[in-house]
């Protein structure tokens, strides 16, 4: 069995960067892209505090049935 290392931020906290482009927000640490959210599926960005961001996500069922 091969090991796979992986960074995950497991503590709450990270010294990653974000970077708002026109289309989507992109997530990255030590220059490694950690996750990008197309704007469309945000629905509201909360600011708690200085250090805080959260992010609210659609929850519309956009599935066919």
Known sequence: MDKVKQNQFVKGWNYGNITITQDEIVFDCNEQQWITIPHSEVSNVIIP???DLNIEFNH???EPK
Request: negative net charge; without cysteine; aromatic residues 0%.
């Open 49 to 51: 505090a200085k250090n």
């Open 60 to 62: 519309e069922d956009t």
